[in-house]
């Protein structure tokens, strides 16, 4: 079994993003905690379907990631954000991009079963919906794990020449209100509503921490 360089870090979310993959990708994990709010729009997400007056007032750092997608909500504590790092040259390498994140949504479901919670992977087509370019956890794509059939686990992915990038985010905490504030323009504009996005929050408290104890211990 290859070992994880694993690295845990604090810090702001845009600084973190700005991280693409490095040159000579190798087995990474980087256990992101953000030390200030932020809206993590995707990389062609327009920032009219943000509500900026609120977020100037909420304090709330708005800005484009690399990856796709609609936006991500980062709250200090409201989430586990987990970044995996491969080469094209692993064994957990796929070429077909409906597929590359299989394996994670499997070390998740493995991770998440260790503290209590049933989860499936998503497998086949992206469902996607009205909301989903504007907010990422409306959409499903194959990989991403659901209890119930709401997400609990949703990953992004940026490929590049040296590998690939999954970022993977956890909500132990869903505030529908504060996002239905913060991207009200583009929830108006895409005819849908916020009490449609399914999530299953992992309200583990503490027990956080074993969840990705348990993730990083589930890794092949």
């Keep these: 079994m290859a070992r994880w360089d694993?690295?845990?870090?604090?810090g702001d979310a845009r600084g973190f993003h700005s991280h693409g993959v490095p040159a000579g990708a190798q087995r990474s994990v980087r256990l992101l905690d953000v030390s200030g709010p932020a809206l993590a729009l995707g990389s062609t997400q327009s920032i009219e379907d943000v509500d900026l007056d609120a977020a100037k007032r909420?304090?709330?750092?708005?800005?484009?990631?690399?990856?796709?997608?609609?936006?991500?909500?980062?709250?200090?504590?409201?989430?586990?954000?987990?970044?995996?790092?491969i080469g094209r040259s692993d064994s957990l390498w796929n070429d077909d991009v409906?597929?590359?994140?299989?394996?994670?949504?499997?070390?998740?479901?493995?991770?998440?079963?260790?503290?209590?919670?049933?989860?499936?992977?998503?497998?086949?087509?992206?469902?996607?919906?009205?909301?989903?370019?504007?907010v990422c956890f409306a959409g499903l794509a194959a990989g991403?794990?659901?209890?119930?059939?709401?997400?609990?686990?949703?990953?992004s992915?940026?490929?590049?020449?040296?590998g690939a990038r999954f970022q993977c985010s956890v909500p132990l905490q869903w505030n529908a209100a504060r996002h239905a504030?913060?991207?009200?323009?583009?929830?108006?504009n895409s005819g849908g509503s916020i009490t449609e996005v399914e999530v299953f929050p992992a309200t583990l408290g503490d027990a956080a921490f074993d969840l990705r104890d348990a993730f990083i211990e589930a890794l092949p």
């Design 6 to 10: 694993v690295v845990r870090a604090k």
């Design 58 to 85: 909420l304090d709330v750092d708005v800005f484009n990631r690399q990856s796709g997608g609609g936006a991500v909500l980062l709250d200090p504590g409201a989430q586990l954000w987990v970044d995996v790092v």
């Design 98 to 134: 409906s597929l590359a994140s299989q394996w994670l949504g499997d070390v998740w479901v493995t991770a998440l079963r260790s503290v209590g919670i049933e989860g499936d992977v998503h497998q086949g087509a992206m469902v996607t919906n009205a909301l989903s370019p504007v």
């Design 144 to 155: 991403e794990v659901t209890v119930g059939g709401a997400k609990v686990v949703g990953i």
């Design 157 to 162: 992915q940026r490929r590049t020449r040296a």
């Design 181 to 188: 504030e913060l991207l009200a323009p583009g929830i108006k």
